[in-house]
């Protein structure tokens, strides 16, 4: 148990939680009964993801690659998806959904395709899949629940761990910087891409409501606490994520055609300190501090020079 | 029925086409497309066709050109790829998906030389690595058969009582590129022929199901019987896609097996693809002076068929298999199953392996007269014969012994311990 208490809401602007959350007319899309892991970043996600199409009165296929998304399925014959819902293989998600993107749009069906990937299908081995699926502009909707690890396998690094992780495969901690998918993915120019963290529901719920409501490739970053690949407390999941948009290491922003950029939150810069203190990947003597924060504010500024200079 | 001139590659991708193009009243076709010598004349012309109801996606790799293909088909569509040699080896994972998913997908398959090192000529090898996945496999001898086995394996993979992906194969080059006279469909047949698809399994939002989620091993070993059943099931409705083709479009298709001479043969050669026309001049040529030989072309891999093979064989001592592939280790693939399947019931057989044309070198009449030859002289099976081998490679020497890490003890003194 940690001594000091997280800072839970901070001084970060953010919009206030609804009073009340109404409940859900159908079936959620994760049913109860999930065997996913407590404090799961996915499972936030994909109920929120639930309501948003319910919201717009939408229905999805999903196409999931190999991962947790996977597995949250459950065994045969039951399933935790409330959607139809197909496991591909780990780089063909986009694919796949290519495919049921092109039979759907040839019969004016409405339905959503819905790639859900963690981060070593899309940052990794699906990456050429992806990439590709965006340069055509395929009808889908694509989210990166980024745990910053392969945590179906037991927590490996992927080229999404941050600098100074402690995996399975970087037992000494994490030497390379992680991936900068965001902008890649909006280098493609694609209609819409977004980052997500589950600690800011109402800018969550917003920002699904325009990848829902916008046609062409849409690419959406969440930020997803995995406690078993992080060795974070579950209860603590959501502060942790809400932490890394205060301190600067997750920014959340939108990019509109890729030209367009839109920040969501502003950081102020909170000390990051207990964010890696409150996970055992990270030691501290593998984590320069000063480097990350540095890192941290010159991503920022240059995103903020982009949306200044070219505002959605 | 229009005839022209065109190459194995025309007609396949015509034919992958126009079925497509028929699926128009239902949920439309898709087809993920990759470029590959010597398939890519393939992909060129069904990109150019104007379907009605269609789309083409032009991917990034043969593993996504598949992955489209599968996406398109568990939505209900008509889907096709075409692939070759290495792409065929990239896009394996999700090949063993599209069967595995009982997705009546048709791939046409230009048989091309594995690399490294580099070849682009015509060997089996590529098609026969993806012997042990769920997929009909039907090799073509020349561009008729390719357009006919083309529109033929869609109506088979899209029985109920089979859905199975299907995989039309021809030679590289020597079919995939060479123009012959070639009866074509009228886009009127091909309706008739192949009626709307109702894929049963196909992923809809009034009926939301999880494809692929984890399964037990009780679960796995029923999906995969139901897979040997519906193989089991293939050769009669084969049959019947014949029968019906011949309603349609008025002329027989290619068999799955077809025998020549081989009613009183003693010697029986067995080929497959363009060797086999090769060896069926032969064979005519050896019965005109008399001699009792005969011909098994196999059409078939998947499923392996034994019966015919069996009754072709029924008067034969011996058995030739020529094999344009070859499997490290063993030898050639064609006569590996056949030996299998005769094992237990015609143990008498005498059965040799040719390995002839490897890497797509040529198979003459003198070929295959080297190895009527060589098969009339055994008493005995051998190890594969190299058909045509001229320079074989030197016997490299074993590598001197090495001296010991640690020095032996010398003897009469006890090692301590």
């Avoid at chain 1, 964010?275 to 003597?285: A, G, K, N, S």
């Avoid at chain 2, 196999?298 to 020529?322: N, W």
């Amino acid at each position: 148990m940690s001594t000091t208490e997280l800072p839970v809401n901070g001084s970060a602007p953010r919009r206030d939680m609804p009073g009340e959350i109404p409940p859900l007319s159908c079936e959620p899309l994760l049913r109860p009964g999930n065997t996913n892991c407590g404090g799961c970043g996915m499972s936030i996600g994909l109920t929120w993801l639930g309501r948003a199409l319910e919201d717009l009165e939408q229905k999805a296929h999903l196409a999931i690659p190999a991962c947790c998304g996977a597995v949250t399925a459950g065994a045969f014959p039951t399933t935790s998806y409330a959607m139809p819902t197909v496991a591909t293989t780990f780089a063909a998600a986009p694919a796949v959904a290519s495919g049921l993107a092109s039979i759907r749009d040839l019969n004016g069906s409405e339905e959503q395709v819905i790639c859900w990937a963690g981060d070593g299908g899309t940052y990794d081995i699906g990456f050429a899949t992806l990439s590709a699926a965006a340069e055509r502009n395929e009808n889908i909707l694509y989210i990166c629940y980024d745990n910053e690890i392969y945590g179906n396998t037991g927590g490996q690094r992927s080229s999404a761990t941050p600098p100074g992780a402690r995996t399975t495969t970087t037992p000494h901690g994490k030497s390379e910087s992680k991936k900068d998918v965001m902008s890649i993915m909006a280098a493609h120019g694609i209609p819409y891409a977004a980052t997500l963290s589950v600690g800011h529901p109402e800018d969550f719920r917003q920002k699904l409501h325009t990848a829902l409501t916008t046609s062409g490739m849409r690419f959406l970053l969440m930020h997803s606490p995995c406690p078993t690949g992080w060795k974070s407390e579950p209860a603590e999941s959501v502060q942790l994520v809400r932490l890394a948009v205060r301190s600067g290491l997750f920014p959340l922003f939108e990019v509109f055609g890729g030209q367009r950029y839109r920040i969501n939150a502003e950081p102020d810069w909170a000390d990051p300190t207990e964010y890696f203190r409150r996970q055992r990947r990270f030691r501290p003597e593998e984590v320069d501090l000063g480097t990350t924060r540095r890192w941290a504010r010159e991503r920022f500024q240059r995103l903020k020079v982009l949306a200044e200079a070219f505002p959605a | 029925m229009p005839r022209e001139i065109v190459t194995g590659n025309h007609a396949a991708g015509l034919a992958l086409s126009m079925a497509g193009e028929a699926n128009r009243f239902a949920r439309g076709t898709a087809a993920g497309i990759y470029p590959i010598t010597p398939q890519t004349e393939i992909v060129e012309r069904v990109a150019a066709f104007p379907f009605s109801k269609g789309r083409v996606v032009p991917v990034e790799s043969e593993h996504s050109a598949m992955g489209v293909t599968i996406g398109a088909s568990l939505s209900g569509a008509r889907a096709f790829t075409a692939s070759s040699s290495n792409g065929l080896a990239y896009m394996v994972e999700n090949i063993m998906v599209a069967g595995f998913y009982r997705l009546p997908v048709v791939m046409v398959a230009v048989n091309r030389t594995l690399g490294p090192p580099w070849n682009i000529w015509a060997d089996q090898g590529d098609t026969l690595m993806l012997r042990d996945f769920p997929w009909i496999q039907l090799y073509a001898q020349d561009n008729q058969q390719v357009a006919d086995l083309t529109l033929l394996a869609f109506r088979l993979a899209e029985d109920p009582r089979v859905l199975l992906p299907v995989l039309v194969c021809m030679d590289a080059f020597i079919v995939s590129h060479t123009q012959m006279e070639t009866e074509l469909p009228t886009q009127e047949q091909v309706d008739r022929y192949l009626p709307p698809l109702d894929l049963p399994h196909r992923m809809r939002s009034d009926d939301p199901k999880t494809l692929g989620g984890l399964v037990w091993p009780d679960a796995t070993v029923s999906l995969r019987k139901e897979i040997h059943e519906a193989f089991d099931r293939v050769p009669m409705v084969f049959e019947e896609c014949r029968q019906e083709f011949r309603d349609v479009f008025g002329r027989s298709p290619a068999g799955a097996v077809e025998a020549y001479h081989t009613k009183n043969a003693e010697t029986v050669l067995v080929a497959t693809a363009t060797i086999a026309t090769t060896a069926l001049e032969v064979v005519r040529s050896r019965r005109a002076a008399g001699e009792r030989v005969g011909l098994l072309i196999l059409r078939m891999l998947r499923p392996f068929p034994i019966d015919q093979l069996l009754e072709a064989c029924a008067s034969a001592s011996r058995i030739g298999v020529l094999d344009r592939d070859y499997a490290a280790g063993i030898g050639g693939v064609w006569a590996h199953e056949i030996r299998a399947a005769l094992q237990g019931t015609r143990d008498d057989l005498l059965v040799q392996g040719y390995l002839t044309g490897i890497g797509g070198g040529d198979v003459t009449a003198e070929r295959i007269d080297e190895v009527l030859v060589d098969l009339g002289q055994r008493e005995l099976p051998g190890p594969p014969v190299w058909v045509g081998l001229e320079d074989p490679a030197p016997v490299p020497a074993a590598p001197p012994p090495k001296a010991p890490l640690v020095p032996p003890v010398p003897s009469g003194v006890e090692a301590t311990p």
